[in-house]
């Protein structure tokens, strides 16, 4: 039982902050599922993103008392800090999920504690982890977990449209919310993508730099073109009269954008893997991955409904069937990699020696 406690108190110390990706994952492929009206699958993976929200917050909770130097630390490091903004995106599609099964209440409840935290953290982790930083360029340290801060944007405005035909006394308020925080995430999308950019283009970058994270450039425009056509579908309000139509057509310009970007990432993934030979074995970060091919497929399914495109709302019911594929494989891998990590005995082995398998997940 010493080995297990100091096993799990190293895995907890390497906590990485983007875990909440697993969240964000198993939820936005029961909502796919429940549009597909697979009832039982559905709700299958509510259920697995639920216990996940619960278990990861209070795991965040227990790092940040028993080893806050480390949370200081991910804070403090653009390569990581970003990934805090993973709690946000995980709580919006827990809450829109919930509000899909008639628990409005809790999305509502879900959209305040996210909404809050999304505002805290976006002034203080761009402050904190880039320009607080004494080392320049900050530039140098940009990578994929950065568009993660457009997904908690997008993430917000999803809550905020699906809830807003349900509180008329509420309307405009979660109306406002909806658009501005939508169009705060595609100015931050234009951004994010001129720094990574950057990164690619005038620093040295190898195989192993090429992280999962990456993909996350793809989720952050699916999830940008499902909050559009969510605020494209809600009730009459003045900020949604006077940008329905300009949204709506972003939309279908970004979903065209992410359809490109799949080709590109999967080479990406091809180059790092089986060209340059970089293992594929678990790691924390695969869960972003996972879930913007989700997202995607969730995006392409509403699009397609929502503004009458049979070819895009078939792609996305393709790509859900891909997505859940995935999904199974990395969530057997991330059992494997708990249970030989902090469970599993190691005949008298020094509990350091989980410490490698750990590490990863920073």
């Avoid at 796919?32 to 697979?38: I, R, S």
């Avoid at 979903?255 to 594929?280: D, E, M, N, Q, S």
């Amino acid at each position: 039982m010493t080995h297990v406690r100091d096993r799990f108190a190293q895995a907890l110390e390497g906590l990485t902050p983007g875990y909440f990706a697993l969240v964000m994952a198993s939820g936005i492929l029961s909502v796919g599922m429940h549009l597909e009206d697979l009832v039982v699958l559905s709700r299958v993976l509510l259920g697995v993103c639920a216990a996940a929200y619960v278990v990861l917050v209070v795991l965040t909770v227990l790092r940040f008392l028993r080893h806050r130097a480390a949370v200081v630390e991910d804070f403090t490091d653009p390569r990581r800090a970003f990934g805090f903004f993973t709690f946000v995106a995980g709580t919006n599609v827990l809450g829109v999920r919930l509000g899909l099964a008639d628990w409005p209440g809790a999305t509502a409840a879900l959209l305040v504690a996210a909404g809050v935290v999304w505002l805290v953290l976006g002034y203080v982790v761009p402050w904190t982890a880039v320009l607080g930083r004494q080392e320049r360029p900050v530039v140098a340290s940009a990578n994929g977990t950065w568009f993660i801060w457009v997904v908690a944007s997008q993430s917000v405005a999803t809550a905020a449209a699906t809830i807003e035909p349900l509180y008329a006394s509420g309307r405009r308020e979660l109306a406002l919310l909806a658009v501005v925080s939508w169009s705060v995430g595609v100015f931050l999308y234009a951004a994010v993508g001129v720094f990574v950019a950057l990164r690619l283009m005038l620093y040295p970058f190898g195989p192993e730099e090429l992280t999962p994270p990456y993909w996350v450039s793809m989720g952050a425009l699916a999830i940008t073109v499902l909050a559009g056509a969510r605020i494209v579908e809600m009730a009459d309000a003045p900020m949604v009269r006077v940008t329905r139509d300009l949204i709506a057509g972003v939309a279908v310009v970004f979903w065209a954008f992410a359809t490109w970007l799949i080709p590109v990432l999967v080479a990406a993934g091809w180059w790092r893997h089986v060209r340059r030979g970089i293992p594929l074995r678990y790691d924390a970060t695969l869960w972003s991955l996972v879930f913007p091919l989700g997202m995607y497929a969730v995006a392409g399914i509403y699009l397609g409904k929502a503004d009458d495109l049979p070819v895009v709302e078939a792609i996305g019911r393709g790509e859900l069937w891909v997505a859940f594929g995935v999904w199974l494989l990395v969530f057997t891998a991330m059992i494997r990699h708990v249970v030989n990590t902090v469970f599993r005995s190691s005949h008298g082995t020094p509990a350091a020696s989980a410490t490698p398998q750990a590490a990863p997940t920073r």
